[in-house]
């Protein structure tokens, strides 16, 4: 079965900083991969989708993820972050075939002015 | 286009007692999946609903059960309530059936349920 690790568990960043929100998954077969968004006390949003074809994966509000097979990773990446983009942030990832998602425990990361 | 809707938004139970939860999802879509988000946990897998029949189901003792309808809304229900249920429970819809294929699920704002 697959899991997914999200190495941090809080992010904290200055505001127009870069910021990478790393994800590792674990699995023997293909996948599928999700990058959501939870804002405080709403339900999560999809940032982003790796399915096939290109590995780096433009998503919304200028996140962009990168696929690499051979690390297991699909890391999260913002070249400039705003206050706005405080959240929480879920990896995750689905085997190929008639599997739900598998959530990590989520980033929370905190953009300081 | 009206999003996943889910109601009630918040509720207090007492330990011992039943809970139902409703979703609507968004218009046009025939699956429904649902998930408990804890603090400890993070988000675990309850089931996935298509076509009125249970297709998928996570590790959840009994007490979790759900339904969908011909109209594709969904309801859960949890018997005989113990602490460890309170969470958020949200409930997600896609266009088909398959989280696995790659369907994108759209996630409701939650069911905050606090068990005392």
């Known amino acids: 079965a697959q899991s997914v690790t999200q190495l941090d568990s809080q992010v904290p960043v200055f505001e127009e900083a870069p910021v990478e929100l790393r994800c590792n998954y674990s699995s023997s077969v293909s996948v599928y991969l999700f990058w959501y968004v939870q804002y405080p006390n709403q339900g999560l949003q999809l940032l982003l989708k790796?399915?096939?074809?290109?590995?780096l994966v433009k998503g919304i509000n200028g996140f962009e993820a990168e696929f690499n097979k051979s690390q297991t990773s699909f890391h999260l990446r913002k070249p400039s972050v705003h206050i706005s983009d405080t959240a929480e942030y879920f990896c995750a990832v689905s085997e190929v075939g008639n599997t739900p998602l598998v959530f990590g425990k989520g980033t929370r990361l905190s953009v300081i002015a | 286009k009206a999003g996943v809707t889910q109601t009630p938004r918040y509720l207090i139970k007492t330990r011992g007692q039943q809970v139902t939860l409703s979703c609507s999802p968004i218009?046009?879509?025939?699956?429904v999946s649902w998930y408990q988000q804890t603090p400890g946990q993070g988000l675990q897998f309850l089931f996935e609903y298509f076509s009125e029949t249970q297709r998928n189901k996570g590790n959840f003792p009994g007490r979790f059960s759900g339904r969908q309808f011909s109209n594709s809304r969904s309801e859960m229900n949890v018997s005989t309530l113990e602490l460890g249920d309170s969470a958020l429970y949200l409930c997600?819809?896609?266009?088909?059936f398959g989280q696995g294929l790659g369907n994108t699920i759209y996630f409701g704002e939650g069911s905050w349920l606090t068990v005392v």
């Open positions: 790796y399915l096939s074809g290109s590995t």
């Open positions: 997600a819809s896609s266009l088909e």
């Open positions: 218009s046009g879509h025939r699956s």
